[in-house]
């Protein structure tokens, strides 16, 4: 048997929630194993965030080329070569692997390669022989692309994220099922690098978990740009033909591509792992948690993907540094999920934070709100890029309240969902924004003017 050995912390999994864990915990001088199967970074690294923004900067590059003559620019778009485009994406990955890598090894912490399996509350088995234990165990084993019942992957014609991030061809034409981040995303690059693509949701809009008007904006958008959204449509089955495959949708609707991406959900990493064995209380195999992300058993906290939060990076960055401060002795709060950003690297980009009307509804708020243009922003006009911004504020007897929304859509808004957020999470209410002054011409101008409108005092605003 391989030699384990004792740590203050283990953790399991290596991705945004295991690490960011372990780097937060070594900052207070605790021994922590990271137990990692495949790379640490895990999903967002290798699999998700990072490649997935790196062939969306590729499919900007092509478009830019393609629509040059808009800017009086003389360059044609020759083609689109994947091996090249997966060269630069590689590139990205492996640069930042590394430089994670050397953080882990600096802050001391001990990565070890091998699969892991809970064994008792304080112990984890590696690969079936070395036991690492812990007085604490914090699980962070992720998640996995889900599919639907009787649709098999073959990792050929009907991929996941996982297969359609390597693709070493751009597909003539594809089917994505699933209109949520990630099947809009990769709808957005395809289109870019030339297919015909067409969007298969089951919900009546893009986005479901977005403000109904940015959905409709990136409906237009995606409509304008050829790319076909076929809403409120359930897949029924879909079978190989010579060049591909066909979907048949209920009602007996069929459309036919070169590829099927499945693009339904993801869903955790935690069958055969020990968990229930151990007393972990889950629900739908998700960990369950409290608000500090502790389990059911006092000795394990569970962070990321593996738990019924948002599935984004960002949470499990946040969700892990709060398990590490907790158990480094700090007082910590829950986090508040409506005022994590969330965005969708799509053309144009749509980024939110806050809650949504309907949500405002379910909650019994009333609301008030404006929506500015992107036509009314110099900079974006510069970009030609269209869009929108809706800011939602309470209503209040004296005027509107708290800010309790910001929606965007448009080329590059998702970098300035990071001053929505201060907006959200400050409390903030549209004077104090609108007493900020804001660089012209930017984007960001945008958020002011929108408070402004807000505030009462519209700028370039047509009321
Ligand atoms: C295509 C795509 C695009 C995305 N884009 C974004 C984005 O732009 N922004 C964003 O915020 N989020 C994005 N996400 C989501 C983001 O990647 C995840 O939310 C994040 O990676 C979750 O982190 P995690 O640590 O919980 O899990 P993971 O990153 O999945 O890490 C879990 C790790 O645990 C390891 N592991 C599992 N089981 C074991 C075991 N038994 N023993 C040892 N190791 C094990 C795995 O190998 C993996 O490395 C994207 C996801 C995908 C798929």
Known sequence: MAEGGHYDIVVLGGGSGGYACALRAALFGKRVALIEKDKVGGTCLHRGCIPTKALLHA????????????????????????????????????????????????????????????????????????????????????????????????HERVITSDEALVLDRVPASAIVLGGGVIGVEFASVWKSF?????????????????EEASAKVLQRAFRRRGIEAVLGARFESVRHTDSGVEVTLAGGKTLQAEILLVAVGRGPVSAGLGYEDNGVAMTRGFVDVDGLCRTSVPTISAVGDLIATPQLAHVGFAEGIMVAERLGGLEVRPIDYDGVPRITYCDPEVASVGITTKQAAERGISLTSVDYPLGGNGRSVILQTQGSARVIAEETPSGPGRVLGIHL?????????????????????????????????TQSEIIGEAHLALAGKPLHFHA
């Open 59 to 154: 499919a900007e590059v092509a478009d830019s080329a393609r629509d040059s003559e808009k800017f009086g620019v003389k360059a044609a778009l020759e083609g689109i070569e994947m091996p090249g485009v997966l060269a630069y994406q590689q590139g990205v990955v492996e640069r930042l692997w590394k430089g994670l890598q050397g953080t882990l090894a600096q802050r001391k912490i001990d990565t070890i390669a091998g699969e892991g399996k809970l064994i008792s509350p304080t112990a984890v088995q590696v690969d079936g022989d070395a036991v690492y234990t812990g007085d604490h165990i914090v699980l962070a084993t992720g998640s996995v692309p889900k599919s639907l019942p009787g649709l098999e992957i073959d």
């Open 409 to 441: 859509v448009g080329s590059r808004v998702g970098e300035l969902i990071a001053e929505g957020q201060l907006i959200y999470n400050w409390d903030a209410e549209p004077m104090d924004v609108a007493s900020l002054i804001h660089p012209h011409p």
């Open 194 to 210: 030339g297919a015909d693509v067409t969007i298969v949701e089951m919900l009546p809009q893009l986005l479901p978990l977005e």
